[in-house]
């Protein structure tokens, strides 16, 4: 039998410390390895299989789609892109779309957006306020946006102009706010950084001030958007509308594609100063429109906010029982659970042997986050595991 890990070790760059295990084959929330062992999977390509593994309307979207136009540039109207937009429009509080490829290239359509807007509308500003433990990210610019040292230190010097402030503290914005700033951007939840909720009324707080300085509110969406947080955008979750809004993971339903959308007055790119070879690609834009529909016609944000609430209850009565747990904290299906030291790994590893798949968050804390289709059934299954995980754990 073929030891891919041994190749990967051989050629691929090593960047990351793989959860040793490969990956052969999914359905719904189910995966399976080279080894044919059947696991639960919690992590879903991280945040990004909203329907599950394979789901079928994506599937044969794409399928249909590849053998009809694989790709054609965007010096051409195409329909699925357009069909994606409009879908896009009719369901969010945005008025205009650019299609891209990732999370990072949808930030920084959005961040050249709202420089655009700073150099049209307030006299040149260009500065972009963000807050410390965000993500954004990994161009340079990205890693700039995001508030997280460790990842500045290897790439200095990094793009100007972001300016990262304390997380949940509307006067360090206020504060940071100078002419030269044309936006602040948020996630309405921090994924990657810890999922960090917003304290009381932060993002409200956030918007008014954007409004009576007259910049723009940028919500990177790419981990909250499309029914994770149990609303289709988190936006509707804290009652804000932002000006730009930007998607990714669970938008194709696990095919790659990202999304930037705008408020009309936002919309300020004039012919040449945006484009993607790729972005809006027939393909890719079939699968989203197929998620997007699925998603909007079967209430799966919904599924995702009830079957979140139960998933939560259950964690704290884990919580209760074990006392190395000190905080289980989220939203919808986007849930961590933090450890008073750094089992995360053990937690993992004993999750893996047990048949669940679950992602280190940090050395302290599993970050959960399902297919958004699961339903109780399943999270019974998944704290039946942690369960035995936890009890098995001398601390
Ligand atoms: C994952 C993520 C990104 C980066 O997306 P990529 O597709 O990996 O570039 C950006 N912002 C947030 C909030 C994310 O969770």
């Given at each position: 039998m073929t030891d891919w890990q041994q190749l990967e070790s051989k050629y691929?760059?090593?960047?990351i410390v793989r959860v040793p295990l490969t990956l052969v084959r999914g359905e719904g929330a189910r995966v399976w390895d080279d080894k044919g062992k059947e696991y639960l999977d919690f992590v879903c390509g991280l945040a990004v299989n909203c329907l599950g593994h394979c789901p079928k309307v994506v599937a044969e979207a794409v399928a249909e789609q590849a053998r009809t136009l694989m790709q054609a540039s965007n010096w051409y109207y195409t329909v699925p892109q357009v069909q994606l937009a409009r879908l896009l429009v009719e369901n969010s509080c945005l008025d205009r779309v650019f299609v891209c490829n990732s999370g990072l290239e949808a930030n920084e359509g959005a961040v050249k957006l709202a420089r655009r807007y700073g150099h049209l509308k307030l006299k040149g500003a260009y500065e972009v306020i963000t807050t410390m433990d965000s993500f954004h990210g990994r161009s340079l610019a990205m890693t700039a946006a995001s508030g997280q040292p460790k990842m500045h230190a290897p790439y200095v010097p990094l793009p100007a102009g972001f300016i990262n402030v304390a997380n949940n503290d509307i006067e360090a914005i206020k504060s940071a706010t100078t002419e030269k700033t044309c936006a602040v951007m948020l996630e309405p939840v921090q994924g990657e950084g810890g999922v960090n909720l917003p304290s009381g009324d932060y993002l409200k707080e956030v918007r008014a001030w954007c409004d009576s300085q007259g910049i723009l509110l940028i919500l990177d969406?790419?981990?909250?958007?499309?029914?994770?947080?149990?609303?289709?955008?988190?936006?509707q979750l804290y009652g804000i509308e932002p000006d730009i809004l930007t998607l990714a993971k669970g938008l194709g339903g696990g095919i790659p594609i990202g999304a930037v959308l705008a408020k009309e007055k936002a919309?300020?790119?004039?012919?040449?100063?945006h484009n993607s070879?790729?972005?809006?690609n027939p393909v890719t834009s079939a699968a989203a429109c197929a998620t997007l529909k699925y998603v909007v016609a079967h209430d799966i944000p919904g599924n995702a906010g009830r079957v979140g609430q139960y998933l939560t209850e259950r964690l704290n009565a884990l919580k209760n029982k074990y006392s190395f747990i000190t905080d289980v904290r989220g939203r919808g299906l986007l849930v961590a659970v933090e450890f008073s030291s750094d089992i995360g790994q053990s937690v993992l590893m004993a999750c893996l042997e047990r048949g669940l798949l679950v992602n280190k968050l940090k050395a302290s804390a599993i970050r959960l986050i399902p297919p958004?289709?699961?339903g109780r059934k399943e999270v019974d299954e998944a704290i039946g595991i942690l369960d035995g995980v936890f009890s098995g754990i001398v601390t």
């Open positions: 691929y760059m090593q960047t969406e790419v981990q909250t958007g499309i029914g994770r947080l149990g609303t289709l955008f988190g936006y919309s300020v790119f004039a012919v040449g100063d070879t790729f972005g809006g958004l289709i699961i």
